[in-house]
C-alpha cells in the first residue's frame, strides 16, 4: 500500500510529504519573502495580496491533492478487502443476499 510520512517512498518513485509539511514550507517561504522585501523597503499591499494569493492557491492544491491521495489509499485498501484480502486484520463477511451478516 502506499505510504504517508516524511521521506518515505510510494510505490518506489518519489518520497512523500506530508500536506502539512508542505503548507509549513510554502508558509515559510512567503514569510521569507514579505521579511526580504521589508527590510529592503519594497513590502507594499501589492506584495501583500500576491503573497496572499500564492499561498492561498498552493494551499488549495495541496488540500487537493492530500483528499486525493488519502481516496486512492482508501479506495485501494477496500479493494483489496472486496477481493479477499484482510489487510490489517479486516475481514470482509457476506451473506446470501448480500446484507450485512447478524451479529
Known amino acids: 500500500m502506499l505510504s504517508t510520512g516524511a521521506g518515505e517512498w510510494v510505490d ?12 509549513a ?3 515559510a517561504a512567503a514569510v521569507e519573502v514579505a521579511a526580504e522585501s521589508g ?3 519594497t513590502y507594499t499591499a501589492e506584495v501583500a495580496r500576491t503573497l496572499t494569493a500564492v499561498v492561498g492557491k498552493v494551499g488549495a492544491r495541496i488540500a487537493v491533492e492530500a483528499e486525493t491521495r488519502g481516496f486512492r489509499s482508501g479506495w485501494g485498501e477496500a479493494v483489496a478487502l472486496v477481493s479477499g484480502g ?7 463477511l457476506r451473506t446470501a443476499n448480500g446484507n450485512a451478516p447478524e451479529r
Open 86 to 92: 484482510t489487510e490489517g486484520g479486516a475481514q470482509v
Open 39 to 41: 527590510e529592503s523597503g
Open 25 to 27: 514550507d510554502v508558509m
Open 12 to 23: 518506489g518513485s518519489e518520497p512523500v510529504i506530508s500536506a502539512q509539511e508542505r503548507l
